[in-house]
């Protein structure tokens, strides 16, 4: 005869993350603890479902072992690369070579955050480029449209400048 306790923990286990509680019965893998590899199968085993669906899931198999006390499987990677064949995320094209693997250790939400992130920067830095350009074209079509000074005129328009030593 099982102990209840340890059958109501298990039902408790089971609807907090209830996609991965069935596929795992399905699979006869182990629910919780689960392995980092059994959660990286699941994300396989799930890709038709989206990102967003998927990372929910995800994150109730986070959370019911971080309640638990136990080690999060969910992070870094086997899940997060397993993650990155259904969102497509590639690293930002400014970081280097060594940085952009790193990039994909990273958990899903951080590496949504800093794509993002890089592209607002790549826009913003796209439009200040254009701003710059613009306003070089603009002052080149002014020089060329002013009339060219004489000699006597450049000299007038200069203001005086003090000499060292000597007060007017």
């Not at 994150?59 to 499987?73: F, M, R, Y």
């Amino acid at each position: 005869m099982a102990n209840p306790v340890l059958a109501a923990l298990a039902a408790a286990r089971r609807q907090r993350a209830p996609l991965f509680a069935r596929w795992c019965e399905r699979e006869r893998e182990m629910f919780c603890p689960a392995s980092p590899a059994v959660v990286a199968r699941f994300v396989r085993d799930h890709a038709g479902m989206g990102i967003e669906a998927l990372w929910q899931a995800i994150q109730e198999i986070s959370c019911t072992h971080v309640t638990l006390g136990l080690a999060d499987p969910t992070v870094g990677g086997p899940v997060a690369l397993a993650l990155d064949d259904i969102a497509e995320l590639s690293p930002p094209l400014s970081w280097p070579d060594a940085w952009k693997q790193r990039f994909k250790a990273l958990p899903h939400d951080l590496k949504v955050f800093i794509a993002a992130h890089e592209i607002g920067r790549e826009k913003s830095l796209r439009r200040t480029q254009h701003a710059l350009a613009h306003a070089n074209k603009m002052l080149a079509r002014l020089r060329a449209a002013r009339p060219p000074m004489e000699k006597d005129q450049t000299n007038e328009a200069e203001p005086q400048r003090a000499q060292p030593g000597r007060q007017d």
